[in-house]
């Protein structure tokens, strides 16, 4: 049965940095792309980053997080970390970990597979 399972979510202070994994497990991901997508309390789900499938993926990311978060993978440890650096009040959110074959559907929000999700807060 496959299940991602985030970690690294907290409190922490405007400008501070956070790093957010996600453990995969139930099947080899190396072949799946690999993301996170948010949720605000009262909003709607929003995309971040993605990497895509392979070991030299590309990323993208939304452009609110564009320059502030990196998203990373290791396939041999089937993981995917989000390195988030100076953090703003916008960004307090539950983090979720997604995969899919598919680039695209992580990025309108419809992957096959995501976790419970971690939560992020972050105070000014």
């Known amino acids: 049965q496959e299940q991602l399972v985030e970690s690294g979510g907290g409190l922490v202070q405007a400008g501070s940095s956070l790093r957010l994994s996600c453990v995969a497990s139930?099947?080899?991901?190396?072949?799946?792309?690999m993301g996170w997508f948010r949720q605000a309390p009262g909003k709607e789900r929003e995309f971040v980053a993605v990497?895509?499938?392979?070991?030299?993926?590309?990323?993208y990311y939304a452009d609110s997080v564009k320059g502030r978060f990196t998203i990373s993978r290791d396939n041999a440890k089937n993981t995917v970390d989000l390195q988030m650096n100076s953090l703003k009040p916008e960004d307090t959110a539950v983090y979720y970990c997604?995969?899919?074959?598919?680039?695209?559907?992580?990025?309108?929000?419809?992957?096959?597979?995501w976790g419970q999700g971690t939560q992020v807060t972050v105070s000014s």
């Open positions: 139930g099947r080899a991901f190396s072949g799946y792309a």
């Open positions: 990497i895509k499938r392979g070991g030299g993926g590309s990323t």
């Open positions: 997604a995969a899919d074959p598919t680039l695209h559907n992580i990025v309108i929000l419809s992957p096959r597979y």
